[in-house]
Protein backbone atom coordinates (compact mmCIF):
# COMPACT_ATOMS: atom_id res chain seq x y z
CA UNK A 1 0.00 0.00 0.00
CA UNK A 2 0.82 2.92 -1.17
CA UNK A 3 0.20 6.94 -1.50
CA UNK A 4 2.08 8.03 -4.24
CA UNK A 5 0.91 11.49 -4.44
CA UNK A 6 -1.50 14.38 -3.07
CA UNK A 7 -3.15 17.13 -3.75
CA UNK A 8 -4.74 20.11 -1.92
CA UNK A 9 -6.81 23.14 -2.77
CA UNK A 10 -8.07 25.47 -0.22
CA UNK A 11 -7.10 22.74 2.66
CA UNK A 12 -6.73 23.96 5.89
CA UNK A 13 -3.93 26.26 5.58
CA UNK A 14 -3.03 25.07 1.94
CA UNK A 15 -3.89 27.13 -0.66
CA UNK A 16 -2.70 24.56 -3.22
CA UNK A 17 -0.34 21.86 -2.90
CA UNK A 18 1.16 19.25 -5.08
CA UNK A 19 3.60 16.79 -3.58
CA UNK A 20 4.71 13.52 -4.54
CA UNK A 21 5.67 10.67 -1.84
CA UNK A 22 8.83 8.84 -1.51
CA UNK A 23 7.78 4.53 -1.05
CA UNK A 24 10.07 4.84 2.28
CA UNK A 25 10.39 6.92 5.08
CA UNK A 26 8.94 10.75 4.36
CA UNK A 27 9.86 13.40 6.94
CA UNK A 28 8.45 16.93 7.00
CA UNK A 29 10.40 18.86 9.81
CA UNK A 30 8.80 22.47 10.75
CA UNK A 31 7.99 24.58 13.62
CA UNK A 32 3.89 24.42 14.85
CA UNK A 33 1.02 25.55 13.28
CA UNK A 34 2.40 25.69 10.11
CA UNK A 35 0.57 22.64 8.11
CA UNK A 36 2.15 19.12 9.17
CA UNK A 37 -0.28 17.87 11.43
CA UNK A 38 -2.86 18.97 8.44
CA UNK A 39 -1.00 16.96 5.55
CA UNK A 40 -1.35 13.56 8.13
CA UNK A 41 -4.99 14.64 8.22
CA UNK A 42 -5.75 14.89 4.73
CA UNK A 43 -4.35 11.42 3.62
CA UNK A 44 -6.23 9.69 6.91
CA UNK A 45 -9.10 11.40 5.80
CA UNK A 46 -8.62 9.51 2.56
CA UNK A 47 -8.38 6.38 4.02
CA UNK A 48 -11.24 6.48 6.99
CA UNK A 49 -13.69 9.68 5.57
CA UNK A 50 -13.40 11.49 8.58
CA UNK A 51 -11.21 13.41 10.20
CA UNK A 52 -9.45 12.68 13.34
CA UNK A 53 -9.58 16.41 14.80
CA UNK A 54 -13.12 17.71 13.59
CA UNK A 55 -16.37 16.40 12.98
CA UNK A 56 -17.23 19.12 10.58
CA UNK A 57 -15.85 19.08 7.31
CA UNK A 58 -16.33 22.81 6.61
CA UNK A 59 -13.51 22.89 8.94
CA UNK A 60 -11.31 21.63 6.66
CA UNK A 61 -11.98 24.54 4.34
CA UNK A 62 -9.15 27.32 4.21
CA UNK A 63 -10.78 29.95 6.09
CA UNK A 64 -12.31 32.55 3.60
CA UNK A 65 -13.12 30.02 0.82
CA UNK A 66 -16.55 28.41 -0.06
CA UNK A 67 -15.11 25.32 -1.03
CA UNK A 68 -12.00 23.23 -1.25
CA UNK A 69 -10.70 19.65 -2.38
CA UNK A 70 -8.72 16.68 -1.78
CA UNK A 71 -7.13 14.36 -4.59
CA UNK A 72 -4.90 11.22 -3.30
CA UNK A 73 -2.92 8.63 -5.91
CA UNK A 74 -2.34 5.48 -4.48
CA UNK A 75 -1.16 1.67 -5.29
CA UNK A 76 -2.45 -1.22 -4.24
CA UNK A 77 -0.67 -4.68 -4.89
CA UNK A 78 0.50 -2.49 -7.97
CA UNK A 79 -2.54 -1.09 -8.95
CA UNK A 80 -2.98 2.65 -9.15
CA UNK A 81 -6.09 4.23 -8.11
CA UNK A 82 -7.16 8.06 -7.46
CA UNK A 83 -9.74 9.24 -4.58
CA UNK A 84 -10.95 12.57 -4.58
CA UNK A 85 -12.78 14.63 -1.89
CA UNK A 86 -15.31 17.63 -2.61
CA UNK A 87 -15.99 19.97 0.35
CA UNK A 88 -18.45 23.15 0.01
CA UNK A 89 -19.31 24.88 2.57
CA UNK A 90 -23.48 24.11 3.89
CA UNK A 91 -23.22 21.32 1.85
CA UNK A 92 -22.72 17.07 1.33
CA UNK A 93 -19.36 16.26 0.34
CA UNK A 94 -18.79 14.50 -2.64
CA UNK A 95 -16.41 11.56 -2.80
CA UNK A 96 -15.14 9.29 -5.69
CA UNK A 97 -13.12 6.86 -6.32
CA UNK A 98 -11.58 6.31 -9.76
CA UNK A 99 -13.84 9.33 -11.33
CA UNK A 100 -16.80 7.33 -9.70
CA UNK A 101 -18.94 8.53 -6.87
CA UNK A 102 -19.09 6.38 -4.27
CA UNK A 103 -20.63 6.75 -0.69
CA UNK A 104 -18.63 6.24 2.55
CA UNK A 105 -19.65 2.48 2.64
CA UNK A 106 -17.84 1.55 -0.11
CA UNK A 107 -14.02 4.17 0.86
CA UNK A 108 -13.79 1.81 3.77
CA UNK A 109 -10.50 -0.21 3.53
CA UNK A 110 -9.72 1.16 -0.07
CA UNK A 111 -7.10 2.91 1.41
CA UNK A 112 -5.47 1.47 4.67
CA UNK A 113 -3.47 3.99 6.84
CA UNK A 114 -2.47 3.71 10.75
CA UNK A 115 -2.05 7.06 12.34
CA UNK A 116 -0.38 7.82 15.48
CA UNK A 117 -0.56 11.49 17.04
CA UNK A 118 -0.49 12.58 20.43
CA UNK A 119 -4.07 12.48 20.74
CA UNK A 120 -3.87 8.61 20.80
CA UNK A 121 -2.34 8.98 24.45
CA UNK A 122 -5.79 8.76 24.90
CA UNK A 123 -6.13 5.23 23.67
CA UNK A 124 -4.53 4.42 27.78
CA UNK A 125 -5.75 7.53 29.83
CA UNK A 126 -8.91 8.20 27.80
CA UNK A 127 -12.69 6.61 28.00
CA UNK A 128 -13.53 3.08 26.88
CA UNK A 129 -15.17 4.73 23.70
CA UNK A 130 -11.63 5.67 22.58
CA UNK A 131 -10.37 2.01 22.70
CA UNK A 132 -13.71 1.05 21.29
CA UNK A 133 -13.39 3.01 18.27
CA UNK A 134 -9.87 2.32 17.53
CA UNK A 135 -10.59 -1.57 17.64
CA UNK A 136 -13.58 -1.15 15.72
CA UNK A 137 -11.56 1.06 13.39
CA UNK A 138 -9.06 -1.13 12.95
CA UNK A 139 -11.02 -4.29 12.40
CA UNK A 140 -13.39 -2.15 9.63
CA UNK A 141 -10.13 -1.88 7.26
CA UNK A 142 -9.66 -4.88 7.49
CA UNK A 143 -13.45 -6.36 7.02
CA UNK A 144 -15.97 -3.90 5.46
CA UNK A 145 -18.33 -6.58 6.58
CA UNK A 146 -17.61 -5.84 10.19
CA UNK A 147 -18.12 -2.42 9.29
CA UNK A 148 -21.63 -3.01 8.24
CA UNK A 149 -22.52 -4.61 11.19
CA UNK A 150 -21.19 -2.12 13.60
CA UNK A 151 -23.93 0.50 11.50
CA UNK A 152 -26.83 -2.03 12.28
CA UNK A 153 -26.10 -2.92 15.76
CA UNK A 154 -26.30 1.18 16.72
CA UNK A 155 -29.20 1.62 14.32
CA UNK A 156 -30.54 -1.23 16.66
CA UNK A 157 -29.63 -0.07 20.15
CA UNK A 158 -30.56 3.67 18.95
CA UNK A 159 -34.32 2.08 18.36
CA UNK A 160 -34.21 -0.35 21.63
CA UNK A 161 -33.77 3.05 23.71
CA UNK A 162 -36.27 5.10 21.97
CA UNK A 163 -38.67 2.42 22.69
CA UNK A 164 -37.18 1.82 26.72
CA UNK A 165 -38.14 5.84 27.02
CA UNK A 166 -41.74 4.78 25.82
CA UNK A 167 -42.13 2.01 27.98
CA UNK A 168 -40.73 4.34 31.13
CA UNK A 169 -43.38 7.39 29.72
CA UNK A 170 -46.06 4.25 29.73
CA UNK A 171 -46.48 5.57 26.07
CA UNK A 172 -45.39 1.30 24.95
CA UNK A 173 -45.68 -1.98 26.93
CA UNK A 174 -42.66 -4.24 28.25
CA UNK A 175 -43.79 -6.68 25.47
CA UNK A 176 -43.05 -4.59 22.83
CA UNK A 177 -39.24 -5.02 23.80
CA UNK A 178 -39.71 -8.84 22.33
CA UNK A 179 -38.95 -8.14 18.77
CA UNK A 180 -35.71 -6.24 18.76
CA UNK A 181 -33.87 -7.58 21.79
CA UNK A 182 -32.85 -11.29 19.75
CA UNK A 183 -32.22 -8.95 16.54
CA UNK A 184 -30.10 -7.16 18.71
CA UNK A 185 -28.48 -10.16 20.69
CA UNK A 186 -27.56 -11.62 17.06
CA UNK A 187 -25.67 -8.77 15.82
CA UNK A 188 -23.72 -8.18 19.91
CA UNK A 189 -22.63 -11.49 19.18
CA UNK A 190 -21.05 -11.13 16.31
CA UNK A 191 -19.57 -8.24 17.14
CA UNK A 192 -18.26 -9.21 20.14
CA UNK A 193 -16.88 -13.09 18.69
CA UNK A 194 -15.09 -10.92 16.00
CA UNK A 195 -13.61 -8.75 18.62
CA UNK A 196 -12.51 -11.42 20.39
CA UNK A 197 -10.54 -12.91 17.62
CA UNK A 198 -8.61 -9.80 16.86
CA UNK A 199 -7.56 -8.86 20.61
CA UNK A 200 -6.42 -12.08 20.74
CA UNK A 201 -4.00 -11.27 17.01
CA UNK A 202 -3.54 -7.91 19.00
CA UNK A 203 -2.64 -8.76 21.94
CA UNK A 204 0.16 -11.13 20.65
CA UNK A 205 1.76 -8.45 17.84
CA UNK A 206 1.30 -5.72 20.47
CA UNK A 207 3.49 -7.35 22.71
CA UNK A 208 6.36 -7.79 20.35
CA UNK A 209 6.39 -4.34 19.90
CA UNK A 210 6.43 -3.40 23.19
CA UNK A 211 9.19 -5.74 23.81
CA UNK A 212 11.27 -4.23 20.62
CA UNK A 213 10.39 -0.61 21.79
CA UNK A 214 11.48 -1.18 25.28
CA UNK A 215 14.62 -3.26 24.87
CA UNK A 216 12.79 -6.06 26.01
CA UNK A 217 12.55 -4.70 29.29
CA UNK A 218 8.37 -4.48 29.41
CA UNK A 219 5.88 -7.30 27.96
CA UNK A 220 2.18 -6.03 27.08
CA UNK A 221 -0.98 -8.05 26.91
CA UNK A 222 -4.62 -6.92 25.61
CA UNK A 223 -7.82 -8.10 26.93
CA UNK A 224 -11.22 -7.24 25.94
CA UNK A 225 -13.51 -6.55 28.59
CA UNK A 226 -17.26 -7.71 27.86
CA UNK A 227 -19.93 -5.41 29.81
CA UNK A 228 -22.10 -7.76 32.14
CA UNK A 229 -19.57 -10.23 32.27
CA UNK A 230 -17.66 -9.51 35.65
CA UNK A 231 -19.32 -12.53 37.66
CA UNK A 232 -18.51 -15.12 34.85
CA UNK A 233 -15.55 -16.46 33.62
CA UNK A 234 -15.07 -15.02 29.94
CA UNK A 235 -14.51 -18.60 28.63
CA UNK A 236 -18.27 -19.67 29.77
CA UNK A 237 -19.93 -16.31 28.46
CA UNK A 238 -17.77 -17.17 24.98
CA UNK A 239 -18.90 -20.78 24.69
CA UNK A 240 -22.80 -19.18 23.90
CA UNK A 241 -23.14 -15.31 23.05
CA UNK A 242 -26.12 -15.39 21.74
CA UNK A 243 -28.22 -17.11 24.10
CA UNK A 244 -25.75 -15.12 26.83
CA UNK A 245 -26.58 -11.73 25.34
CA UNK A 246 -30.71 -12.07 25.33
CA UNK A 247 -30.66 -13.16 28.74
CA UNK A 248 -28.51 -9.87 29.98
CA UNK A 249 -31.09 -7.63 27.71
CA UNK A 250 -33.69 -9.93 29.39
CA UNK A 251 -32.42 -9.21 32.85
CA UNK A 252 -31.31 -5.41 32.35
CA UNK A 253 -35.16 -4.42 31.27
CA UNK A 254 -35.63 -3.29 34.50
CA UNK A 255 -32.74 -0.94 35.03
CA UNK A 256 -32.56 -0.15 31.50
CA UNK A 257 -36.12 0.91 31.08
CA UNK A 258 -35.30 3.65 34.39
CA UNK A 259 -32.69 4.79 32.73
CA UNK A 260 -33.41 5.06 29.34
CA UNK A 261 -30.45 3.46 27.59
CA UNK A 262 -29.22 -0.34 26.81
CA UNK A 263 -26.86 -1.15 29.38
CA UNK A 264 -25.13 -4.51 28.09
CA UNK A 265 -23.80 -4.84 24.68
CA UNK A 266 -20.71 -3.85 22.50
CA UNK A 267 -20.86 -0.53 23.02
CA UNK A 268 -20.18 -0.38 26.97
CA UNK A 269 -17.41 -3.18 26.18
CA UNK A 270 -13.56 -2.14 26.78
CA UNK A 271 -10.15 -2.64 25.89
CA UNK A 272 -7.83 -3.29 28.94
CA UNK A 273 -4.10 -3.36 28.74
CA UNK A 274 -1.17 -4.36 31.14
CA UNK A 275 2.26 -4.42 31.01
CA UNK A 276 4.14 -6.67 33.16
CA UNK A 277 1.12 -7.60 34.98
CA UNK A 278 0.16 -3.88 35.70
CA UNK A 279 -3.27 -2.42 34.65
CA UNK A 280 -1.43 0.57 32.50
CA UNK A 281 -4.44 3.16 32.38
CA UNK A 282 -4.23 2.87 36.03
CA UNK A 283 -0.60 2.63 37.46
CA UNK A 284 1.42 2.91 34.07
CA UNK A 285 4.25 5.48 33.55
CA UNK A 286 4.28 8.25 31.22
CA UNK A 287 6.89 7.09 29.55
CA UNK A 288 4.80 3.38 29.72
CA UNK A 289 1.86 4.39 28.55
CA UNK A 290 3.55 6.34 25.81
CA UNK A 291 4.99 3.38 24.34
CA UNK A 292 1.84 1.03 25.19
CA UNK A 293 -0.37 3.50 22.95
CA UNK A 294 2.57 3.21 20.22
CA UNK A 295 2.75 -0.37 20.55
CA UNK A 296 -0.75 -0.91 20.13
CA UNK A 297 -0.72 1.69 16.81
CA UNK A 298 2.46 -0.56 15.59
CA UNK A 299 0.25 -3.83 16.07
CA UNK A 300 -2.29 -2.29 13.84
CA UNK A 301 -0.01 -2.34 11.06
CA UNK A 302 0.75 -5.90 11.61
CA UNK A 303 -2.44 -6.82 11.76
CA UNK A 304 -3.68 -5.34 8.67
CA UNK A 305 -0.84 -7.14 7.04
CA UNK A 306 -1.78 -10.69 8.13
CA UNK A 307 -5.09 -9.55 7.15
CA UNK A 308 -5.47 -7.43 3.58
CA UNK A 309 -1.65 -9.04 2.61
CA UNK A 310 0.22 -5.25 2.65
CA UNK A 311 1.30 -3.10 5.19
CA UNK A 312 -0.82 0.16 5.44
CA UNK A 313 0.42 3.69 5.53
CA UNK A 314 1.74 4.54 8.59
CA UNK A 315 1.48 8.38 9.53
CA UNK A 316 3.04 8.99 12.91
CA UNK A 317 2.33 13.25 13.84
CA UNK A 318 5.22 14.09 16.46
CA UNK A 319 5.80 10.49 17.87
CA UNK A 320 9.59 11.17 17.77
CA UNK A 321 8.99 14.11 21.09
CA UNK A 322 7.61 11.94 22.97
CA UNK A 323 10.11 8.95 22.64
CA UNK A 324 12.97 8.73 24.85
CA UNK A 325 16.57 8.08 21.91
CA UNK A 326 16.87 4.20 22.54
CA UNK A 327 13.08 3.92 21.22
CA UNK A 328 13.19 6.25 18.79
CA UNK A 329 16.08 4.39 17.26
CA UNK A 330 14.45 1.07 18.13
CA UNK A 331 11.37 2.37 16.06
CA UNK A 332 13.30 4.21 13.02
CA UNK A 333 15.45 0.59 12.69
CA UNK A 334 12.08 -1.48 12.58
CA UNK A 335 10.26 0.72 10.10
CA UNK A 336 13.83 0.82 7.70
CA UNK A 337 13.86 -3.22 8.13
CA UNK A 338 10.12 -3.63 7.09
CA UNK A 339 10.45 -1.07 4.33
CA UNK A 340 6.72 0.41 5.13
CA UNK A 341 5.62 3.73 3.62
CA UNK A 342 5.81 5.88 6.66
CA UNK A 343 5.05 9.96 6.97
CA UNK A 344 6.19 11.60 9.85
CA UNK A 345 5.84 14.71 11.07
CA UNK A 346 8.40 16.87 13.52
CA UNK A 347 9.81 19.52 14.82
CA UNK A 348 13.49 18.74 15.24
CA UNK A 349 16.02 17.00 12.49
CA UNK A 350 18.32 15.89 15.41
CA UNK A 351 15.52 13.13 16.14
CA UNK A 352 16.81 11.03 13.18
CA UNK A 353 20.09 9.45 12.55
CA UNK A 354 22.65 11.63 10.03
CA UNK A 355 22.50 8.64 7.77
CA UNK A 356 19.96 9.01 4.99
CA UNK A 357 16.49 8.22 6.34
CA UNK A 358 14.19 9.00 2.80
CA UNK A 359 13.17 11.97 1.76
CA UNK A 360 12.94 15.18 4.05
CA UNK A 361 10.79 18.32 3.50
CA UNK A 362 10.59 21.69 5.09
CA UNK A 363 7.13 22.71 5.75
CA UNK A 364 6.67 26.43 6.40
CA UNK A 365 3.28 28.77 6.25
CA UNK A 366 1.15 25.57 4.07
CA UNK A 367 3.83 25.08 1.77
CA UNK A 368 6.39 21.87 1.22
CA UNK A 369 9.57 22.02 0.17
CA UNK A 370 11.88 19.35 -0.57
CA UNK A 371 15.65 19.26 1.49
CA UNK A 372 16.63 15.94 0.80
Known amino acids: MLVQAIRLQNYRNYQHLALTLDEGINIFLGANAQGKTNLLEAIC ?3 LGRSHRTHQDGDLIRFGEEAGSLQLAFSR ?4 GRLSFLFRRGKRRQIARNGETIHLKELVGTLNTVLFSPE ?20 SQASPAYYHEIATYQRLVAQRNALLKRIRERRAAVSALEPWEPQLAASAARITAKRL ?10 NLMQRRISGSRENLSLALAIAGSEEMSLADVTKSLEP ?3 EK ?3 CRTVDIARGVTTVGPHRDDLVLEVNGVNLRAFGSQG ?4 GALSLKLSELEFLRSETGEYPVLLLDDVMSELDAERRQALLAFLRKERIQTIITATEAAYFPRERMGSSYRVSAGSIERIS
Do not use: C, H
Not at 197 to 206: G, I
Open 77 to 80: FGTK
Open 45 to 47: YAS
Open 244 to 246: WYN
Open 120 to 139: DLFLIKGAPAERRRFLDGEI
Open 249 to 251: LKE
Open 288 to 291: QQRT
Open 197 to 206: EVVRKLSMLA
